[in-house]
């Protein structure tokens, strides 16, 4: 079995087994709050449809994926990086080989190895900032890995702010579900948080207030581990490959200068829109504010050098415009099939990301160290 093969079926895996814990755990909170109300949540459900009281159920599964997937996150991330040492690797920043493929060079093995990523850490712009160290983990149940970064205590704040947004509606949404099936039924006594709280003290031995301070606690203690956890990771890559980052980047300015003409060639390109705000000329002319933007395409170039060390590298060029503005897009795209232009609100392109010609070409070394296509073309 070739390795697309298996990361598809791992990626089939973990899809299946993420959609049965969702189910599952849905099946259990119905479970325990039918137990904290008194009521048959699942037949109040059926009376709900049965009814034609939409406003109550149909909400009820996407408010219930909202809070699961990011209790999940919640869970998951803290508890992954707490657990990373066994799955950590990185070596030195290199590119982005596709949509969801990254590839680093290991000092270790002397050679860029690829791997399955969301995440991926920025590709370098300018020559100096080259060969940064990176590091890695695989996220528990996952089969990609995931960008060591300094773990944030805000984007938890952030997931346990939407976890509300989620759970709260969803407990308001079934109490007024049950209190409704119970007054189909007959049944005039309300249920109130009074009766949810004795229930689940009586269940749990703990008052449901004391379970969220609790709950959140751990939250907190998780979150504030994990970035002392990743803080290590950082540094323990940082002694690994740092010496070998400064000594490329060393190199490679040794060998360039402002104004110098580069040999490289361009392995991929990803185009995407970017927001451009008015000038006070535009903004006076259309009468706008000018605070107004509009979006404007762009092309983003990976060129290889294999010439500046005994290792290609690999930087990114951002060229703004598309084949009909920009002659310089309309120039490389000659290197791509090219077999159809899509026309957008943007602009027009072609989504061919890879080319069919290698071909040298010619960069200008900028004074920030970026590079550019340079006016004397390829040889």
């Known amino acids: ?7 598809s079926m791992k990626t089939l895996f973990f899809t299946v087994l993420f959609i049965f814990l969702c189910i599952g755990v849905g099946y259990f909170v119905l479970q325990f709050f039918s137990r ?10 059926l009376w709900g449809f049965k009814a034609k009281q939409f406003a109550l159920v149909l909400p009820l599964i ?22 990373a040492s066994a799955t950590q690797i990185g070596g030195l920043s290199g590119y982005k080989d596709d949509d969801n ?3 680093y060079y290991d000092p270790q093995q002397r050679g860029y190895s690829r791997i399955k990523t969301y995440s991926p850490p920025p590709d370098p712009e300018n020559l100096n900032e080259t060969f940064s160290v990176v590091s890695f983990y695989k996220p528990v149940l996952a089969d990609y890995y995931q960008n060591v970064y300094k773990f944030q205590l805000l984007s938890s704040l952030l997931g346990l702010f939407f976890f509300f947004c989620g759970i709260i509606p969803l407990y308001f949404l079934m109490l007024a579900l049950a209190n409704d099936f119970n007054s189909s039924n007959g049944i005039k006594e309300k249920i109130n948080f009074g009766i949810i709280n004795g229930n689940f003290a009586e269940l749990t031995r703990i008052s449901f207030p004391a379970f969220i301070v609790a709950a959140l606690i751990v939250i907190v203690i998780a979150t504030i581990s994990a970035n002392v956890v990743s803080g290590n990771l950082l540094r323990e890559q940082e002694i690994v490959s740092g010496r070998y980052s400064a000594e490329y980047r060393g190199r490679i300015m040794s060998a360039v200068s ?17 927001k451009v705000y008015l000038t006070q000329e535009e903004s006076r002319r259309t009468m706008s504010s000018k ?3 509009r979006y404007e395409p762009a092309y983003n170039y990976i060129v290889e050098f294999p010439g500046l060390l005994e290792i290609p590298v690999y930087l ?15 120039e490389l795209d000659a290197l791509f099939a090219n077999t159809k232009v899509v026309r957008t609100m943007y602009g027009s392109y072609s989504p061919d990301t890879h080319p069919v010609t290698m071909k040298d070409l010619e960069f200008l070394v900028n004074p920030d160290y970026s590079v550019a296509l340079s006016s004397a073309g390829n040889h």
Not at 1 to 7: K, L, P, Y
Not at 263 to 270: A, K, L, P, Q, S
């Open 316 to 330: 990114k060029m951002r060229l703004r415009g598309d084949s009909e503005t920009n002659p310089k897009i309309r």
């Open 101 to 103: 493929t990254y590839a």
């Open 62 to 83: 996407p408010l219930y994926f909202m809070a699961f997937v990011f209790t999940f996150g919640l869970i998951n991330q803290p508890v992954s990086l707490l657990t």
């Open 1 to 7: 079995m070739n390795v697309t093969n298996t990361v």
């Open 258 to 274: 402002p104004g110098k003409i580069i040999t490289g060639r361009i392995i991929r390109r990803e185009q995407e829109s970017e």
């Open 36 to 45: 904290l109300s008194g009521v048959e949540i699942f037949s109040a459900i």
């Open 291 to 293: 605070n107004e933007s």
